[in-house]
């Protein structure tokens, strides 16, 4: 798989220049708090830094995970107001979708059925957080027969998500 097929380079450039002047916008003044690991609460160690972000390792699970982090309620205002979270819901996704059902989502939902169904646990409801357009939550259910609620905090991928016909809870 080429990266151009499920990011072609004018659709994705522009959503990485929306994004860098969201992440000032949203995130630039913030008061951020260290924290550990959200896995498995362990300590982490700096690894990079990413539009104004700097990103840790975990050192016991390898987790990447940001720290210090901006309060969620800046996470939320992004995914509600900012325009590289509607233009990656509205655009993004909408050009993108066939080559990344085929080469991402189909293939990811084929194994996490194949491992849920190993330990017996396939015919349990599943949560996709952060399903964006919904359509690993669509290949889940078409593979498995289970339901899929998808939880996203963003507006334009929630109300397409329901107009697919998928249980969404919009905000955690």
Known sequence: MKEE???????????????????ELYFGASVREPLHCPACNAKGKYVFDKHGFSYEECLFCQTIFVSPRPPIKDFFRYYKESDSAKYFATTFYRETAKARRNKLWRPKAKMIFDVLKYYGVDKYYVFDIGGGYGIFAEEYQNLSGVPVTVIEPGPDSAAICREKGLPVIESL
Do not use: N, Q, S, T
């Open 5 to 23: 097929e499920i990011r072609p380079k004018k659709v994705f450039d522009e959503y990485l220049r929306l994004a860098a002047i969201d992440a």
